[in-house]
Structure formats: structure tokens, C-alpha cells
């Protein structure tokens, strides 16, 4: 089956062992999933079941932002829009002098699927 549109989340690798709360001096979280390296992410099949018109939807962090431009690349894609998706703060997350509150999908399109509709952000 060939799909024509993707929602991918993968999960990607993070770092962990700094301060991930800001109620507990000195506490350290896992990421409560397990991750993948890039390479696994990389080689899961998204072009073989990307129709040949099709729109991908890939969430990401800052820490991936630049490669994730080259994996829908990968996948057949052609880089289209970047969206932000803006977080309430909870406490300290993953960071160093900055700790971003935001995540992003990277939308990107293969072929000639029409979109349905404008939306102005």
C-alpha cells in the first residue's frame, strides 16, 4: 500500500544526564521511550510507502533540525515548509544556556499532491 500522506515522530536520540526539572536540583530523567540512532531512523522505509504524489509530515527537535532536512531528502522529499509548534513551559527540559519550549515538523512534499486548503500563520 502507498500512502499520500506521512505523519513520522521518530524517536530520536536525545541527550540526557543534565537537570530535566526544575523542582528537584540535580535530578536526571531518561526519555521515558526507547530511542534510535539515525542511521536506524534513516533506513526505515518511508519512500517505498510514499505514493509517488504524497506530503510528509516529520516532527523534530533543534538538536535534528539540520539533519532532518537531509533524511526527508533521503526519503524521496523535497523540503517545503518548517512549522513551529510553540510548548507551554514545564520546568527545565533538554538544553544548555537556552531550554527551547518548542518542537517542529518539517513538511515536505513529493510529487504534485494538491494541498486543501491556505492556511496564513
Avoid at 12 to 21: F, K, N, V
Avoid at 97 to 117: D, I, M, N, S, W
Wanted: net charge positive; charged share 20%; glycine share 8%.
Amino acid at each position: 500500500m502507498r500512502y499520500r500522506t506521512i505523519v513520522a515522530d521518530p524517536p530520536w536520540e536525545m541527550p540526557t544526564g543534565g537537570p530535566q526539572s526544575g523542582f528537584t536540583p540535580g535530578a536526571h530523567t531518561a526519555l521515558p521511550y526507547q530511542s534510535m540512532p539515525w542511521d536506524t531512523i534513516a533506513s526505515l522505509p518511508v519512500r517505498d510507502v510514499a505514493a509517488a504524489d504524497c506530503h510528509l509530515y516529520l516532527w523534530t527537535v533543534n538538536a535534528h533540525l539540520e539533519a532532518s532536512y537531509d533524511l526527508v531528502r533521503m526519503w524521496g522529499f523535497k523540503p517545503s515548509q518548517l512549522l513551529t509548534w510553540c510548548k507551554e513551559p514545564r520546568g527545565l527540559g533538554f538544553g544548555g544556556a537556552y531550554v527551547p519550549t518548542t518542537e517542529f515538523v518539517l513538511f515536505a512534499r513529493r510529487g504534485r499532491l494538491a494541498h486543501k486548503q491556505r492556511v496564513d500563520t
